[in-house]
């Protein structure tokens, strides 16, 4: 995982699936503190801490006792109060999800780790190279990671002005994984990050800017069924009915941090 600084211009209103990935235990705490003394924000907190569980696993502490803290805080844990109220705080442990496996890799965090972190976890589940993968993880990885792979006896894979050479002089870290007496080598480096092109309008009309266009937005076609109105004294309570169903929000049950962090 590449190492993030705490980023205080980080806050709620910004947060992503993506870039809650880019921020610390530090930060989320400071974030959520926040998201209490803001109204909008608050009202939304089901939603943001939503979007913080896809990156950190989030404990509500029960026993605000040293022992307690001291276990979490061994297991890797951040551990903090939030107040959530002007007379109630909550103490909470926070730590971010590592990624050490294959498995762990998503669309939302794959740019977030460097290629070097991708071999050390490819290596780690590695047995049968690159095809071994399935499909869907392969997709991840080349969403955010240039891979190319060759196969080569051990004694011509290192050779000098070969595809091995001139790969890791051009950036990319290799993992060789053994199969016999061949190496598969598999190169990663990171893509650039591309701005998408967004849709442009042209406002201007060609032709003759003093010629009138008529209005036909609201003229029926020749195979409209045309429906006549109904008249509001027809309207009775034996011919009006609705199916609109009003349902209430099980979201304004939730009074405090306790119910959104159990709410999985």
Do not use: C
């Not at 040293?66 to 951040?78: E, F, I, P, R």
């Not at 004694?155 to 870290?173: F, I, N, P, Q, S």
């Amino acid at each position: 995982m590449k190492e993030a600084k705490t980023n205080k211009t980080v806050n709620l209103k910004t947060l992503t699936k993506s870039t809650v990935w880019d921020v610390q235990e530090n930060d989320i705490f400071r974030m959520l503190e926040a998201g209490e003394k803001d109204a909008e924000l608050k009202d939304s907190m089901k939603r943001y801490i939503d979007i913080i569980k896809t990156a950190f696993t989030i404990e509500e502490l029960k026993d605000d006792d040293k022992q307690t803290k001291q276990k979490y805080t061994k297991l890797g844990y951040k551990v903090g109060a939030v107040k959530i109220a002007d007379d109630v705080q909550v103490i909470m442990a926070i730590k971010k999800r590592p990624i050490t496996r294959v498995t762990d890799l998503t669309y939302e965090n794959i740019r977030h780790i460097s290629a070097a972190k991708l071999i050390e976890v490819l290596d780690r589940n590695f047995g049968g190279g690159w095809d071994s993968l399935s499909q869907s993880i392969q997709d991840i990885i080349e969403s955010g990671f240039d891979i190319s792979t060759t196969t080569l006896p051990k004694d011509r894979l290192h050779k000098k002005g070969g595809m091995y050479e001139k790969k890791v002089a051009d950036g990319y870290e290799v993992l060789e994984v053994a199969k016999g007496s061949w190496v598969e080598a598999i190169f990663a480096k990171l893509k650039p990050e591309t701005i998408k092109p967004r849709m442009t309008f042209d406002e201007t009309h060609e032709g003759d800017e003093d010629e009138e266009i008529e209005d036909t937005y609201n003229r029926p076609d020749d195979d409209d069924e045309i429906v006549e109105e109904p008249n509001d004294d027809d309207i009775n309570e034996d011919n009006y009915r609705t199916t609109f169903a009003i349902e209430s929000d099980p979201d304004e049950d939730a009074e405090s941090y306790s119910d959104l962090i159990a709410d999985e």
